[in-house]
């Protein structure tokens, strides 16, 4: 069956510099969700979208923004990186906004150095 | 918000060893789902379980909404069962996810 597919899988970046992750998700999924997990820690929210307008938000820093397309692929725009931001970054998504089991994507590592 | 704890933190079986893990919850939620992640960082859906028993393979698990508290139970571990457990849960109604803070499991040969 089909999943959560992400990249970059790996992408390595320098301080201040930009970093853009991609997220498409299983097929009929209306509803994507960002979750960030530093080293040795659980998975935090950062931000949701149902239908493509953002549904709810976590603790995204101002630095990141995000946006689900048309074709309900997600993309996860991170400015100005900080070495805090390096870490694993799950895609997920489910159909509806609740209810359903959310799939998460195999993660997208961030390392800013 | 929510606070979601998990125990025991650590567990080191034999493999073919049987085991429990716990998640407790502060508050009813819309939403509870067990999660392994391997050691490649994946983090694999294992059940969707907002409230009774689900059974898959040598899996299972028990969510007593009631008593806001979800057990995950391994029978015949093996070493692939090794990583981090964790559990997540949602109150909010919008599927935003809070998790614990796992339970690692090493599974011996």
């Known amino acids: 069956a089909a999943g959560v597919i992400q990249s970059p899988r790996h992408l390595i970046k320098e301080k201040r510099e930009t970093a853009t992750l991609k997220c498409y998700p299983i097929p009929r999924h209306d509803t994507v969700y960002w979750y960030q997990q530093g080293p040795g820690q659980d998975p935090q929210f950062l931000i949701s979208f149902y239908e493509k307008m953002q549904s709810d938000k976590g603790s995204i820093p101002d630095r990141f923004s995000a946006q689900q397309f048309s074709d309900y692929h997600s993309e996860l725009n991170m400015s100005s990186l900080e070495l805090g931001d390096s870490a694993l970054y799950f895609c997920?998504?489910?159909?509806?906004?609740?209810?359903?089991?959310?799939?998460f994507g195999e993660g997208s590592w961030l390392t800013v150095v | 918000g929510i606070q979601v704890e998990q125990s025991p933190p650590d567990l080191i079986l034999q493999e073919g060893a049987n085991s429990t893990l716990r998640c407790n919850f502060s508050?009813?939620?819309?939403?509870l789902q067990w999660f392994h992640q391997n050691p490649w960082g994946q983090l694999i859906n294992l059940f969707y379980?907002?409230?009774g028993t689900k059974q898959n393979g040598r899996l299972s698990a028990t969510t007593v909404a009631t008593e806001r508290y979800s057990l995950l139970y391994i029978s015949s571990s093996q070493t692939t069962d090794s990583g981090v457990y964790f559990c997540a849960v949602d109150n909010t109604g919008f599927q935003k996810l809070v998790f614990g803070t796992g339970t690692r499991l090493l599974v011996s040969p």
């Open positions: 508050d009813s939620v819309n939403n």
């Open positions: 379980i907002p409230s």
């Open positions: 997920a998504s489910s159909l509806g906004r609740a209810g359903n089991t959310i799939y």
